[in-house]
T-cell receptor, first 111, second 111 residues
């Protein structure tokens, strides 16, 4: 079984809709992250959490919110989706060594 | 500011050697990572350097010079399956293990 899972894997939605992307991990890591990836821009950090009680904004948090429901679960919400949020979204975890373990990604299209 | 630069694209021949360079300017330094990412898939960890010098792992090696803010990834005996993007990433010593990613280098391996 995969160590980091994301649901859904693909999602098409309309402008103004609220959507949630979910991430679960079985690696036992405290640190979890949400990134978006756009062509030519690489991975950009949206939010990160170093434990259940710790939530921090990344470089592009506007328009997004997160919830750390448990050590193993970290969800990303778009309260009112807009077309420029169309991207590939990755959840990741890391342990003490800093190496990141990524989920398979969610491809989101906002029409 | 935080900045990581790497070439956008490179092309090499099957069986050859290719070197992918990365330069970085970050507010702190707690290690440099290289990840491989095939199109549409999640990044996967290749190597980690925290001290100056060369780290070798099979066909892949990674070099770091902290004084120059410079790293390279060396791929030997190239195979067609090595066609992928290679992401250079730096963990600054501020913010814990939050990682900053470069935009990635797309490597095309031709027969």
């Amino acid at each position: 079984d995969a160590d980091v899972t994301q649901t859904p894997r693909n999602r098409i939605t309309k402008t103004g809709k609220r959507i949630m992307l979910e991430c679960s991990q079985t690696k036992g890591h405290d640190r979890m992250y949400w990134y978006r990836q756009d062509p030519g821009l690489g991975l950009r950090l949206i939010y990160y959490s170093f434990d259940v009680k710790d939530i921090n904004k990344g470089e592009i948090s506007d328009g997004y919110s997160v919830s750390r429901q448990a050590q193993a679960k970290f969800s990303l919400s778009l309260e009112s989706a807009i077309p420029n949020q169309t991207a590939l979204y990755f959840c990741a975890t890391s342990g003490a060594g800093g190496q990141q373990f990524f989920g398979p990604g969610t491809r989101l299209t906002v029409l | 500011g935080q900045n990581i630069d790497q070439p956008t694209e490179m092309t090499a021949t099957e069986g050859a050697i290719v070197q992918i360079n990365c330069t970085y300017q970050t507010s702190g330094f707690n290690g440099l990572f290289w990840y491989q990412q095939h199109a549409g898939e999640a990044p996967t960890f290749l190597s980690y350097n925290v001290l100056d010098g060369l780290e070798e792992k099979g066909r892949f090696s990674s070099f770091l010079s902290r004084s120059k803010g410079y790293s390279y990834l060396l791929l030997k005996e190239l195979q067609m399956k090595d066609s992928a993007s290679y992401l250079c990433a730096v963990s600054p010593n501020t913010g814990g293990f939050k990682t900053i990613f470069g935009a990635g280098t797309r490597l095309f391996v031709k027969a």
